[in-house]
């Protein structure tokens, strides 16, 4: 099945504007999310797509593919569902502009779980949280998850409930216990133009969550768990410290 990813960016992010030009490394940061997201076999095609000239002359620089929408989507979700209106795809893997540590290997595993099942519309990956900065830090996403590993509910707040004890044992975040997001989300074309076209939900809006939207009109949302450790910028302290993790890694050789 032909399969596509678009990396949804602007500039007007109201916790670090301009984030997805910041320079990361001596690239903007979009240049590493597109490069490393390009390395997947999984994938046909990658795009970007914002409303920004700013955006788009930076990404036309560094020889990315780019669809303008409009400004006045809220949600991710649906700019790359405007975005991909015109364009041929059962698969759609949409990864935030602020994920420069995304490994091609995240994208082939997120896609995978569609290959065996024909009725699933939605993936995201989580990953185990190992320390309480990222526990209890309000833009981290947390999830949990049914016995079947389809997500139940996200928020920024901190769940489920860490026991005191377990958290006052040691040093050491108490592993599985807590998962967060990772904005690496393959949709099936018709989930996708369906998510646009659902009105937005009371959850959704107070968390900022596009797929609360998804789980509050009843869609099954597919968890899979990565091995890689990633953060995601939403901070200016965010970038300085994927900075420091980015410096040895052995896929900048890549691009």
């Not at 994920?99 to 939605?122: K, N, R, S, Y």
């Not at 190992?130 to 998850?145: L, Q």
């Not at 004890?165 to 108490?174: K, R, T, Y």
């Not at 393959?186 to 609360?212: I, N, W, Y």
């Amino acid at each position: 099945m032909k399969t596509i990813a678009v990396i949804p960016a602007r500039m007007g992010s109201s916790r670090f504007p301009g984030k997805p030009i910041a320079n990361l490394l001596g690239r903007t940061m979009l240049e590493h999310v597109y490069k490393r997201v390009a390395l997947s076999k999984a994938l046909d095609a990658t795009y970007i797509a914002t409303c920004d000239d700013e955006i788009r002359r930076a990404a036309e620089n560094f020889g990315a593919p780019v669809i303008m929408t409009a400004d006045t989507h809220e949600r991710a979700s649906d700019r790359v569902a405007e975005a991909v209106a015109e364009i041929e795809a059962e698969l759609i893997v949409m990864v935030q502009g602020d994920e420069p540590m995304t490994h091609p290997e995240m994208i082939d595993a997120a896609v995978e779980p569609f290959l065996h099942d024909p009725e699933l519309g939605c993936v995201n990956l989580m990953r185990s949280i190992d320390n309480k900065a990222d526990f209890y830090d309000f833009n981290t996403i947390k999830v949990v998850t049914n016995q079947r590993g389809d997500a139940l509910f996200m928020s920024r707040q901190p769940i489920p409930t860490v026991p005191a004890s377990a958290l006052s044992a040691g040093s050491d975040f108490p592993h599985t216990l807590a998962f967060k997001q990772v904005c690496i989300i393959p949709f099936r074309r018709k989930t996708l133009l369906e998510f646009s076209r659902l009105p937005s939900t009371p959850l959704e809006k107070l968390e900022s969550v596009d797929m609360l939207r998804l789980l509050e009109h009843g869609y099954r949302v597919k968890m899979v768990e990565t091995r890689f450790n990633t953060q995601a910028v939403d901070t200016q302290a965010d970038l300085e410290r994927v900075a420091r993790l980015m410096e040895k890694d052995p896929l900048l050789a890549s691009y």
